[in-house]
């Protein structure tokens, strides 16, 4: 007793459980959420690793240019396909400007990056923190392509180098959140649009509830609706009225994100905090924003 029959020798046993094992994982992944998950997510930072180690030496013949977000763009957009989201995109028609401009876009989680390669114009690049910097060959990729690097605890530094490009994309909240408002947003970008006298593009990418949620470990497929707003104009306006202009794009925004979040998940509704309302200086300014919209 307890000894092993002779044909089931420990090598067979263990050739048995290396072909169970792809079973197992398999079965793991169609029937285990949380499996499923951590299997997708793999998936992404590997795609990523794997797409920046590719590409990098190709960038790197360009040298550092905002023209090497094309191939960044490549690498990131079959992604959807693979995960199978569905991406729609309204109001594109308002991002055919020539001129230089800032874009602001709330932040929910890594995945954005497959909404900001839809809709990132050509010669534009986003602001990130300059910990991604440091991430390997990722951190190359991004330096290659012309992202902007910022040390959030070191303001006058990354007010400095914000400053230094007006075609941007920045998320105003500063960093991931997924919970029903948005964040406050940060000034940065109002700022410098200010001071560019450029106009400012919203956009707001809907929520991941139906099929992704980092704290619950889900991740299915579904659609995600990619709304760009219309522009709000600068020109005429002050560092004074920065404040209101940053509440008034981030109520259009917040007002844009309840909608869709009522459209997209019949019972969940979006939490949005009390907020100034659009007051008057800033609709008379002409923000190009519907006011009536932040008065229901
Ligand atoms: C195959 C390839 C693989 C590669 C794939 C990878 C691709 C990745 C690409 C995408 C990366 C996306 C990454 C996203 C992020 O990293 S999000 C995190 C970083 N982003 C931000 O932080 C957003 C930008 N932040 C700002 O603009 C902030 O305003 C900042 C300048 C950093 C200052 O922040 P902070 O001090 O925390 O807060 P406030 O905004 O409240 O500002 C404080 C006071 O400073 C005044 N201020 C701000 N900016 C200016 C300015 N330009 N000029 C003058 N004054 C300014 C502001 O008004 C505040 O003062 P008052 O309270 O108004 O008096
Ligand atoms: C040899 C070294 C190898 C390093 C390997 C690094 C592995 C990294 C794998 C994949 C990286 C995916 C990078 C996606 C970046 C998406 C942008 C993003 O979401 O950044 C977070 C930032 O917005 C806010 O950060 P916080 O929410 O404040 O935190």
Redesign the pocket.
Same mark, same amino acid.
């Given at each position: 007793p307890g000894e092993v029959p002779g044909a089931w020798t420990p090598v067979v046993l263990l050739q048995g459980l290396l072909l169970l094992l792809p079973l197992a994982a398999l079965m793991l992944y169609w029937y285990n959420a949380t499996f499923h998950y951590f299997c997708k997510v793999g998936f992404f930072n590997c795609w990523?690793v794997a *797409?920046?180690t590719l =590409?990098s030496p190709f960038a790197a013949l360009r040298g550092r240019s905002v023209e090497n977000m094309k =191939? +960044?763009r490549a @690498? $990131?957009l079959p992604l959807k396909l693979f995960y199978g989201i569905k991406m729609q995109v309204r109001g594109s028609e308002h991002l055919n400007n020539k001129e230089p401009y800032v874009i602001v876009c709330n932040?929910q989680a890594s995945l954005?990056?497959l909404g *900001?390669v839809e809709v990132i114009p050509d010669r534009c690049v !986003?602001? @990130?923190?300059k910990e +991604?910097m440091y991430m390997g060959t990722?951190g190359w @990729?991004?330096w290659l /392509?012309g992202?902007i690097f $910022?040390d #959030?605890h070191k #303001?006058e530094d990354?007010?400095d180098v914000? /400053?230094q490009t007006l075609r941007v994309l $920045?998320? !105003?909240?500063?960093?991931?959140n997924q919970n029903k408002s948005m964040l406050p947003?940060? #000034?940065? @970008?109002f700022? =410098?649009a200010v001071?560019a006298q450029v106009p400012i593009f919203p956009i707001v990418i809907s929520p991941y509830w139906d099929f992704f949620s980092s704290k619950e470990k889900r991740f299915t497929s579904g659609t995600c609706t990619i709304q760009i707003l219309p522009k709000v104009e600068t020109q005429g306006l002050s !560092?004074k009225d920065?404040?209101e202009l940053t509440e008034t794009v981030r109520q259009a925004m917040a007002d844009a994100l309840a909608e869709m979040s009522a459209n997209h998940c019949g019972d969940q509704h979006t939490e949005q905090p009390p907020l100034p309302r659009c007051g008057g200086g800033m609709c008379q300014a002409g923000l190009g924003v519907h006011c009536t919209t932040f008065h229901p």
């Open positions: 990523i *797409m920046a =590409l =191939l +960044l @690498a $990131i932040h954005d990056l *900001m !986003p602001v @990130a923190k +991604l990722v @990729a991004c /392509s992202i $910022i #959030r #303001r990354a007010i914000i /400053s $920045i998320f !105003p909240e500063g960093t991931r947003f940060k #000034r940065g @970008a700022h =410098l001071q !560092p920065v404040p």
